[in-house]
């Protein structure tokens, strides 16, 4: 088997940490995902995560990916919990937050970053896409992009 070790997991820092962003609206609460070109796989919706710098925390992490990637900012992360997002290959345990946004700015996405935008969408939505299959039995969100 081949398994992918973050270099930061040697010296026995964390790989990183993700964040789900809470976003009030005047339809209520929305969750903010990001819409990311995975060369594996295509176009992927997904929470903000990264890597951990040198001293960081992952609460500190969080924050600060989220900014990157969306330019939302939040006040204190809510530890989640941790998941392994995928066993088969990579060794890493990821923490998961959530973030109740305060304010935006411009997200400044690292130049090996494709993300084509944040999508915001309410908890029914998330739950109604679980249930939308495509013809292979995917699950799948449908969003407008440029017009299309």
């Known amino acids: 088997y081949i398994r992918f070790v973050w270099k930061a997991q040697l010296t026995g820092a964390t790989a990183g940490a993700a964040i789900m962003p809470v ?4 339809d209520g609460d929305k969750i903010g995902l990001i819409l ?61 937050y959530r973030g109740d946004v305060t304010g935006q700015g411009k997200a400044k996405q690292e130049r090996t970053e494709a993300i084509k935008g944040t999508f915001l ?13 495509d013809a292979d039995g995917n699950s799948y969100l449908e969003v407008e992009i440029n017009g299309e």
């Open 36 to 96: 990311t070109n995975r060369h594996a796989t295509s176009w992927e919706f997904e929470i903000p995560r990264g890597g951990a710098r040198a001293n960081e925390t992952t609460d500190q992490a969080a924050k600060r990916e989220l900014e990157e990637e969306t330019g939302y900012q939040i006040d204190q992360p809510v530890y989640l919990g941790k998941i392994a997002p995928d066993t088969g290959i990579l060794s890493s345990v990821i923490p998961i």
């Open 121 to 133: 969408f309410s908890l029914e939505e998330i739950k109604k896409a679980l249930t939308n299959k």
């Open 23 to 26: 976003i009030k609206t005047d």
